[in-house]
């Protein structure tokens, strides 16, 4: 090994260090567990939306050879209720089906054909309920309640921002274009759906591993679900295959540990099918949006209005939050103003609604650029030139009613946007459309707020031992979904301890063994975990080289020096091996710590308690800026996406080549709900459960892509980074969308846009409508 040679880290693009394994199939995931003596576990679900539940006949299933355990809600001895704001989810169902997918009875079999056939043997005593399919009907004088105890009815969350003179705002717009807007549910669809495995002890300690972005929370959940004291739970969480948000909150964790505490020294796995996640998981929440904005003369925005539906489903989880982010994103990153912000969360019969990558930003974003087109199509300007002259900068007041203080990119996004060949030569592109073709190039502007604002802690601990070996171990508490947050985090490290990869180790999430660091979600996690890590690693390296100066009898720590394995004295060269130096130390020396929580904004922009309450406002935001070349097939309808461009402020980059990947992923996967992805539901039941029926984009139907990153540090981020791992996904639909009204004077305000949508609205054209 060359020690003379400084380990590069911090913006080089360096391989990720669980790349091979993954690749040739040898890390582990939760769903590879297989230990021996297994146990499957599986649940009956109602099928129905809306019924009350009078009796579950469990007989004829316990009778079957091979069933270890059928238990219903009566097993449970807490309070049978999960949810991350509000506890409102039954793990079995006890009173009320609220969705097709709610879980009735848990069924515990030797092996998976049994399981399946007792399953199929349960039989349900049902009422049905008139059911609630359309939010707007939900919040009816006469519309049956499904939490009668909730203060608010069928609503979970609303709330409104006025600023400046609000809808009276309007009397000073020249201009003013409207809109209404209907965003589809969009499935996560990831490789490694919900799953797990738990094994309880005799003494009914729970070891469970599961695919989860939220371990620590997880236990405390299932815990109170259960009536279990948390320290009888311990839940590993290696590396998760996909989430995007629909693992940030309880699937499988409370029936595992339900089974398994009924089946005792015996493992047991659950893992849902894919038919089975569609029906059961969470989905992007579909959304209504009515859109109204003016301007001056000038193209000043002058007049904001807003009023957004957002169909939450059943149960809570985090609907309330993505409507309150959703309604704090609501007017893109602009000065407007006047501003009449409104968002609502509203129980349904549908199936349920939660996170889902973005956060409701995709929602709003698409709505806000189409319009800021529409605008520009109206004033007769140039959709850039628009965005440019209204574009926030540091000091001004969001359409929220918040002051920017962070870093803002924004302008120097569009900067680089109007130097591109794409844009600057898109007249020529666009003239040499072939026969029966349109071309058109669509831009879209928007922001994202990083971490959970004020009230729920965004915190991290961070752990680095060294190891009696000599490697250097890293403890992460915060899961890697696939983002690449853990290599990150040893690329930090490497970078301040001047290590290579092979020198480190990493320790992934663990309750038993990791510090809290909160859930992989919201754009937060490198900054938040990177905030905590850095400063225990300055503490390793000066514990390194005192202990190092200390045995090599050196009497200033500064004559010694970090070198890939070793600590040397520069003055004589000398080395001593970190193995060696580890045996001279005892184990609470070797290791070290640090707590991080991160700021919040201090302004108080609204006395409304419960906005506060879901994370209004953040502090810090990333912005990015997006271009689509795309083609129409006049003849079919079929929109092809030619080229795509993103531009993004995400502060300082780690790794280049993480980032890249993280942004091109995200594109590909706000195209599929630009243009293909719709998780069909009527009445209830879902009509595209399967990946045959719904549509995802494949390699082919994704474009050649350029990443570009304007690098402005954040003050208060780890080497200066944001977030990057949801503002990829908030632009795709409104550039695609932007680019089909460039090509054929279209403007089409339902998702995803068909060639069945776009061929129907161009033959309607052709009849005599010159626009729409």
């Not at 004088?141 to 609503?155: I, K, S, T, W, Y």
């Not at 549910?185 to 919900?194: G, P, V």
């Not at 140039?382 to 965005?387: F, I, Q, T, V, Y």
Request: net charge negative; with cysteine.
């Amino acid at each position: 090994m060359n020690h003379d040679r400084r380990t590069p880290n911090i913006g080089e693009e360096l391989p990720r260090m669980d790349a091979y394994t993954k690749v040739c199939g040898a890390e582990p995931f939760a769903v590879d567990g297989y230990p021996e003596n297994l146990l499957w576990a599986g649940v009956k679900r109602a099928g129905v939306p809306h019924a009350r539940l009078l009796g579950v006949a469990v007989d004829r299933a316990l009778a079957l050879a091979g069933v270890r355990a059928v238990l219903t809600a009566a097993a449970i001895s807490g309070t049978n209720r999960q949810g991350v704001i509000r506890r409102d989810q039954p793990v079995l169902v006890d009173d009320r089906v609220r969705h097709c997918g709610d879980p009735v009875a848990l069924v515990v079999a030797e092996d998976q054909e049994t399981l399946a056939a007792a399953i199929e043997l349960i039989t349900l005593d049902l009422e049905p309920l008139p059911p609630i399919f359309e939010p707007r009907a939900a919040l009816a004088e006469d519309a049956v309640l499904l939490h009668p105890e909730h203060p608010g009815g069928n609503q979970l969350f609303g709330a409104r921002l006025v600023n400046g003179a609000g809808l009276e705002g309007f009397a000073e717009c020249a201009v003013t274009v409207e809109a209404t807007f209907h965003l589809p549910r969009q499935a996560h669809a990831f490789l490694e759906t919900e799953n797990g495995w738990a094994i309880a002890d005799a003494a009914g300690q729970i070891d469970m591993t599961v695919s989860t972005q939220t371990p620590f929370r997880d236990r405390f959940e299932v815990a109170e679900a259960l009536g279990l004291e948390q320290n009888r739970i311990r839940i590993r969480a290696p590396y998760c295959g996909g989430a995007f948000g629909g693992k940030d909150g309880i699937t499988v964790q409370s029936l595992l540990a339900l089974a398994a505490l009924h089946c005792p020294e015996r493992p047991v796995k659950m893992w849902w099918r894919r038919e089975e996640s569609f029906i059961a998981g969470v989905k992007r929440h579909p959304a209504h949006l009515h859109y109204r904005l003016g301007a001056d003369r000038g193209g000043t925005l002058v007049a904001l209005a807003v009023d957004g539906w957002f169909d939450t489903g059943p149960y809570d989880h985090l609907g309330g939050v993505v409507a309150a982010l959703a309604l704090e994103h609501a007017g893109g990153p602009y000065r407007i103003p006047h501003t009449d912000l409104q968002t609502r969360a509203v129980y349904t019969n549908n199936p349920v609604s939660g996170a889902f990558r973005g956060f409701g930003v995709p929602q709003v974003a698409t709505a806000m650029e189409s319009m800021m087109d529409l605008l520009a199509r109206r004033l007769d300007c140039c959709p850039l030139e628009l965005r440019r002259k209204n574009a926030l900068v540091r000091g001004d007041r969001c359409p929220a009613g918040v002051t920017r203080r962070g870093s803002m990119g924004l302008t120097a996004c569009l900067d680089r946007l109007a130097e591109h060949p794409w844009w600057s030569e898109r007249a020529a592109w666009q003239a040499a459309a072939g026969p029966h073709c349109r071309r058109g190039t669509g831009v879209a502007a928007v922001f994202h707020g990083m971490g959970y604002g004020p009230i729920v802690p965004d915190v991290a601990t961070a752990g680095i031992e060294l190891l009696e070996d000599g490697r250097l171990q890293v403890q992460v508490g915060v899961v890697d979904m696939g983002q690449g947050n853990a290599a990150t985090c040893l690329q930090m490290v490497g970078d301040l301890l001047n290590q290579p990869q092979s020198q480190m180790t990493l320790l992934l999430p663990d309750t038993a063994r990791t510090f809290p660091c909160g859930s992989s979600s919201a754009s937060r996690t490198t900054f938040t975990y990177g905030n905590a890590l850095l400063p225990a690693a300055r503490q390793m390296r000066e514990r390194l080289l005192a202990k190092g100066a200390e045995m090599l009898f050196v009497q200033d720590p500064q004559e010694m020096l970090l070198v890939p394995g070793a600590v040397r004295h520069l003055a004589s060269g000398r080395d001593l091996p970190l193995a060696q130096l580890a045996k001279q130390l005892g184990r609470e020396e070797r290791f070290v710590t640090n707590h991080y929580r991160a700021p919040v904004a201090r302004e108080k922009s609204t006395d409304d308690a419960n906005l506060r309450l879901h994370g209004f406002p953040h502090l810090i935001f990333s912005h990015a800026v997006h271009l689509a070349r795309i083609e129409v097939d006049e003849l079919t309808g079929t929109i092809r996406v030619v080229d795509y461009l993103s531009i993004s402020d995400c502060g300082r980059l780690i790794n280049p080549r993480t980032f890249a990947g993280q942004q091109e992923g995200a594109v590909g996967q706000g195209l599929g709900y630009a243009l293909m992805e719709d998780l069909g539901v009527c009445d209830g039941r879902i009509t595209t459960p399967d990946l045959a029926t719904y549509i995802l984009p494949t390699a082919v139907d994704l474009p050649p892509m350029e990443t570009i990153a304007v690098t402005l540090p954040e003050h208060d981020g780890p080497f200066g980074l944001k977030g990057a791992g949801e503002i990829g996904i908030d632009a795709p639909a409104a550039a695609v969308a932007n680019a089909v009204h460039d090509a054929c004077g279209l403007r089409l305000l339902r998702f995803p846009l068909t060639a069945e949508q776009l061929l129907s609205e161009l033959s309607a054209m052709t009849g005599g409508n010159d626009e729409r």
